[in-house]
């Protein structure tokens, strides 16, 4: 599966973005995808994951309320709405797909990943 991460940019705090994650490949598995982020000199971390049918969905606490993580399978499509965005937001955002679909906040359990799209928040 490759995955390729767009829709990243500079937007002041309180705005929004939308990024996108567009799969190619064995897409025909029922994985789960999650989207990470890793700001400059920190730790990679989890922000929101959902199953292959979209029924189920996690997010960090610290996006809850802010984003939303959905899908299109007809078109191998992910997506993650950011509003109310905040400094602490800017990140190198990645998403990446669970083939056992487990939707866990555990990078481990993601095999595939994209190659990242950077968000900065700024006035």
């Known amino acids: 599966v490759q995955l390729q991460a767009s829709g990243g940019g500079l937007v002041r705090p309180g705005g929004s973005l939308r990024l996108s994650c567009a799969a190619s490949?064995?897409?025909?598995?029922?994985?789960?995808t999650g989207w990470f982020r890793q700001a400059p000199g920190k730790e990679r971390e989890f922000v929101a994951s959902i199953t292959w049918g979209g029924g189920n969905s996690a997010y960090a606490d610290s996006v809850k309320g802010r984003f939303a993580i959905s899908r299109d399978n007809a078109n191998d499509m992910v997506y993650l709405q950011m509003n109310s965005l905040k400094t602490e937001d800017t990140a190198v955002y990645y998403c990446?797909?669970?083939?056992?679909?487990?939707?866990?906040?555990?990078?481990?359990?993601?095999?595939?990943w994209g190659q990242g799209t950077l968000v900065t928040v700024s006035s």
């Open positions: 490949g064995r897409t025909g598995l029922r994985y789960a």
């Open positions: 990446a797909v669970s083939p056992s679909g487990s939707y866990s906040q555990d990078h481990r359990f993601y095999a595939y």
